[in-house]
């Protein structure tokens, strides 16, 4: 059961680095063309980018590190998994709030997904036997 929550874990990791790439490129490309449409002037605009990009390089930063703890509990280390709960509490919060504060925008399901899947990985786990 730790090894299937520990795959689980991974594919959490993978699914925000990619979530991370996408983000910062193809996200950043609409939100840009919105922008322009609305004449936001270009220092105003290239404020927002650096924080949009930011948000992208913690994404990836938290998808890596996040990869590596579950790729080393699958080797066979008992390491923390305090990093795994707050990313997997903050997407999960940060998903809900978006959601609800969009109507219902499917599209926040990018940060529910990953978070659920982190909480299973994480938040239950069985306690070692002595």
Known sequence: MERTRDVIGLIAALMIIVSSGAHTILGWRGMRGELAVARVPGDLMLGL??????????????GVVLFAIFRQRLRGANGSLLLPRAVALTYLLFGAWALAATGGDLFFLVFLIPGAFLAMASMYRLQPSN
């Open 49 to 62: 980018q650096i924080g949009w990009q930011f948000g992208g390089a913690a994404m990836l930063t938290f």
